[in-house]
């Protein structure tokens, strides 16, 4: 085994061996190269961690009646209820 002289604990080393950013740039098209963000394929100026948080959490959040979940579940209801009627399709 050869020595190492690299200190892992070095960010500056933690970054060299760090996954390398997937992006391709649009006019040279080479890879990026920057490191990856943890547990993304980009990096921090390729949109790793970007997006607005999902659900109560996002701050536009107001009562929660138009989530995903409320229109699945008033979906689901409105189904059934069409259904019971017996309107003979499920559509
Ligand atoms: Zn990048």
Do not use: I, Y
């Not at 992006?23 to 997006?51: D, F, I, M, N, Q």
């Amino acid at each position: 085994m050869t020595k190492n002289d690299a200190n892992p604990m070095s960010p500056a080393q933690r970054l060299k061996d760090a996954p390398r950013c997937h992006a391709r740039a649009k006019s040279t098209g080479e890879h990026c190269k920057a490191p990856a963000v943890k547990g993304w394929a980009v990096c921090r100026v390729h949109g790793a961690g970007g997006g607005a948080p999902r659900g109560r959490a996002h701050w536009n959040w107001k009562h929660g009646e138009r989530s995903a979940e409320a229109t699945r579940l008033r979906q689901l209801t409105n189904m059934l209820a069409r259904f019971g009627r017996g309107s003979g399709t499920l559509n």
